[in-house]
T-cell receptor, first 120, second 113 residues
Framework: GAVVSQHPSRVICKSGTSVKIECRSL??????MFWYRQFPKQSLMLMAT?????????EQGVEKDKFLINHASLTLSTLTVTSAHPEDSSFYIC????????????????FGAGSRLTVL | AQTVTQSQPEMSVQEAETVTLSCTYD???????LFWYKQPPSRQMILVIR??????QNATENRFSVNFQKAAKSFSLKISDSQLGDTAMYFC??????????FGQGTRLTINP
């Protein structure tokens, strides 16, 4: 089945530094990747949608200069949290959309395992 | 805009019992997909079951089945013979075309031994 690899799974950084999270589709081409943020005991909040080769589309209220998203290839999207602060500490999850061979004509999102960011 | 509502923040049942999680959604579209995702303590999102809106037959996956009522915009998940490993957050989700996946608030399900 479709697999999405997300790294790192956990990262701790100092306030003011930047952190990059990678999301890779391992066995399919992901035309679109999504980045979510999840607070404890809450649902996933969509931050942005990235399409390969074009600028990401950010949801209302998400700072595009704070959360830089790059989707340079059909298998890789990155989220960079710039000048991270303690309030950026959260669980970040990516998902990828591609045409999976098991679902003819339909597209199903596959999720990465998530990245827990702690900013000290 | 599409919205998904899960009205049960938490549920708890005994092992081997059957439990039903509720989900309603709002859309003006006629063709879309509905999903139930499971998020165990590991926080990995796992697809449990999906339903295409144009199919009248309710989807089933082993112990998991849905009751899809298109006119009522309802999409409930039934878990039969519940197991301890079913303990997780369950999210109902909606997607139409190439648009974004919209999640409900989630239901925390606990299976007690």
């Amino acid at each position: 089945g479709a697999v999405v690899s997300q790294h790192p799974s956990r990262v701790i950084c100092k306030s003011g530094t930047s952190v990059k999270i990678e999301c890779r589709s391992l066995d399919f081409q992901a035309t679109t990747m999504f980045w979510y943020r999840q607070f404890p005991k809450q649902s996933l909040m969509l931050m942005a949608t990235s399409n390969e080769g074009s600028k990401a589309t950010y949801e209302q209220g998400v700072e595009k200069d704070k959360f830089l998203i790059n989707h340079a290839s059909l298998t890789l999207s990155t989220l960079t949290v710039t000048s991270a602060h303690p309030e950026d500490s959260s669980f970040y999850i990516c998902s990828a959309r591609g045409l999976t061979p098991t679902v003819s004509g339909a597209n199903v999102l596959t999720f990465g395992a998530g990245s827990r960011l702690t900013v000290l | 805009a599409q919205t998904v509502t899960q009205s049960q923040p938490e549920m708890s049942v005994q092992e081997a019992e059957t439990v039903t999680l509720s989900c309603t959604y709002d859309t003006s579209e006629s063709n879309y997909y509905l999903f139930w995702y499971k998020q165990p303590p590991s926080r990995q999102m796992i697809l449990v079951i999906r339903q295409e809106a144009y199919k009248q037959q309710n989807a089933t996956e082993n112990r998991f089945s849905v009751n899809f009522q298109k006119a009522a915009k309802s999409f409930s998940l039934k878990i039969s013979d519940s197991q301890l490993g079913d303990t997780a957050m369950y999210f109902c989700a909606f997607i139409q075309g190439a648009q974004k996946l919209v999640f409900g608030q989630g239901t925390r399900l606990t299976i007690n031994p």
